[in-house]
């Protein structure tokens, strides 16, 4: 899932400014499993925002409405009306709703409330851990199913690195090291050969450095019949 | 053996390279450039490494903090009449800037590369720099063996003109984990095109023994020369702070020991009942003791089959390096010239 973080009350406030009228739009996809952005997030954040504009001296009317996905037009749709009738819309979408509202309604000053993190998974209750770094060019295959782009520090595809030391990185005792684990379980698996095979430089074009990535499915479009 | 281009049977022909195939057992220094544009310090440190060993290393930003650049530092080194180590590392280039500098550095007359992948820049002093790592130190020493032996670049394409020919070189940690791929991954450097290995600091001889056995059991001794890396000890303090908090360090407790007993006539007072004579005193007793155990410990690791010589980091103390060298009965360092009409 995508991983998100609330900003501080104070940078909300900042980013909404003198706007009088406000719609929180929450998400109910990845932002409402990891407790960042759901509905329950958008009505405190409202109450919150209420709260902290009367101690102000300047009270808004803050609203809040939470959409199935952020992500996609259909839903933003439903809330169209909503979104047109105030002066700011503060997003608890991931990066991508956001930008999903600003390029779907034009004329809509669209501010963020979250802060992307990273694609992870919960390692336990309240604890979220980075997985994948949506290189484009899965090496899994090669690594025992742990994924040293994301996970290591350096993204060393031949490690590990002198950094490693008690199973975790150099850089914090809290990281575990990545390459620590593949060679654990790879060694569990009988497979410790495969680290012997010289990784060559990665493609990174499949990754951002090729610049904003695109996928076109043509068996998917809806492609307007020619007469 | 692949002939260079000036026809003999050197790689490159560098210094370190000569004395490491004429059989030597050999000494390299290391130079850390200062956190400015004097170059007044390097040829100071310079004048105190030249003659006691056969290169020195020039450090990459070491511990991510900004410093005068390994090339730059290493053309005044050349200019002293010093041979360097560039040392490169994958933290701070992506591989176009790489190749580009090290075209620049071999034009500039350096000719050892020691290839690392570089301490993480949240170490540093510009924590919230955006780190590259396009590359890792496996990739490079395959990336420079590939500039020297194919004349190619990373992308496949031929130079045109003199190619890039460096001594290549690599790090090993036998003391990190997981402790027991150490040998492996020292086989794998190799694999890729090490022609030389320097290891993080030895003080726990019987584990490097260790590690050299499986060395030799991989063979891995016979394709490439192997330092020890070696460092004086200043006081029993830096020891424990090294053995507590640099990964991969191994100091036994003995040593930290001998160093607290070098430190035992002033054991006994106060911080402030030190004079400050006492305090220089307990310093000059602590740095005497520190020179006689790496001495010993040169002299041990020499008996190490596979251990072709030692890579001697005192940084910051260069004036520790010559009574090392003399102590350790390694001086005057050899000459070995390159064959008539040939040049590096």
Redesign the interface.
Known sequence: MIVAEQKSLDEIKSLVGSARNVLVVGCGTCVTVCFAGGSREAAIVAASLRMASKLDGGPKNVTDVTVQRQCEWEYLDAVADQIGAVDIVLSLGCGIGVQAIAEHFPNTWVVPGLNTKFLGLPTEQGVWAERCAACGDCILGLTGGICPIARCSKSLLNGPCGGSEGGHCEVSEEIPCAWQLIYDRLSSMGKVEVLMELQAPKNWRTSRDGGPRKIVREDLRLVAEED | MALNTNGNDYLVGSNLERVLRAGHFAVTGELGPPQSADDGVIRKKAALLRGYCEAVNITDNQTAIVRMSSIGAGAIVVQEGLEPVIQMT??DRN?LAIQSDLLGAYALGMRNLLCL????Q??GNHPDAK?V???????LV??VSAMRDEGIF?CGDAFKGQEPRFFVGA???PF???LE?RP??L??KV??GANFIQT?LIYDLEAFAAFMEKVRQLGVHEQTFILAGIGPLKSPSMAKYMKDNV??ILIPEALIERMNRAGAPWAGKSKDELTKEDKKARSAAWQAEGIQITIELIQQLRQIEGVAGVHLMAIEWEEAVKPIVEGAGLYPRPVVPLPETQTA
């Open positions: 994958c933290r591989r992948s570089g301490d993480h949240t170490f780190n790592f396009d590359m890792d130190s496996l990739q395959r990336m990373q790090a090993a940690a990190a984990d997981p791929f492996y991954r086989a794998k694999k890729a993080q990964p991969g």
